[in-house]
């Protein structure tokens, strides 16, 4: 594996961004910010090929710092963190990898953000027809270790066509299917990161393939068309 180990001035930078989230110290800071910002791609592109050599994935997304306040409430101009993300190849592999460094709160992980009405209720009737594939992958002793359990937002009650008294019900009232784990300042900078992200990322691999399985199959089991 290659050996990359972010500085702990990355930590230094995004902790003066939080306290001076404005743009005038933002340009008379400009050189600091492309001093950790620039090896943090360099670090974003080692990870992407790093999880290539286990799954199939066409694109890496840098995310800018720059912040879209047209519709926020909140006005600060920048993001007082670093992430980006990783898409899975083809329309057959579905599933999204994410990381995120900011101070005292960076995660890694991934999964289904907003999955569409089709892709939503098709995972609905895979669960409610049989939830124990589901159970067993995220029930793993591996999966539970690097996640915990399953996150996301749900419906309060039972979604549209469902019962509210299914033994699946809680998998069922999901709307988002979501794995992260934590990592601390000194993780993140440690010289274990590197190998420790992208073990966390492969991690995902059986939960991306039962939803790709799901997602690209009818409730018969039938393959969809290309």
Do not use: C
């Not at 996640?147 to 749900?154: I, N, T």
Request: no cysteine.
């Amino acid at each position: 594996m290659n050996s990359y180990q972010l500085s702990p001035s990355t930590f230094d930078f995004l902790l003066s961004l939080q306290q001076n989230n404005n743009r005038d110290w933002f340009q008379a800071h400009k050189a600091q910010y492309e001093a950790v910002y620039e090896p943090f791609k360099q670090f974003a592109q080692i990870v992407f090929e790093e999880v290539s050599r286990h799954d199939n994935l066409e694109e890496l997304k840098v995310f800018r710092i720059y912040r879209d306040v047209r519709f926020s409430k909140d006005k600060s101009p920048y993001k007082n963190y670093f992430s980006a993300g990783m898409s899975r190849a083809t329309k057959w592999l579905r599933g999204g990898y994410y990381f995120h460094i900011e101070p005292g709160q960076s995660f890694a992980g991934g999964g289904f953000w907003a999955p569409n009405a089709p892709d939503l209720l098709r995972i609905r009737q895979e669960i409610a027809s049989d939830d124990q594939p589901l159970r067993a992958i995220i029930n793993d002793p591996v999966f539970v270790q690097t996640f915990g359990a399953v996150e996301g937002e749900a419906v309060k009650s039972a979604p549209k066509g469902f019962v509210k008294d299914h033994p699946a019900i809680d998998l069922i009232r999901k709307k988002q299917f979501l794995a992260t784990r934590a990592f601390s300042d000194q993780e993140v900078t440690s010289e274990y990161f590197l190998a420790e992200l992208v073990q966390t990322l492969q991690n995902l691999r059986p939960f991306f393939d039962y939803m790709s399985e799901v997602l690209t199959t009818d409730t018969n089991g039938i393959p969809l068309e290309d």
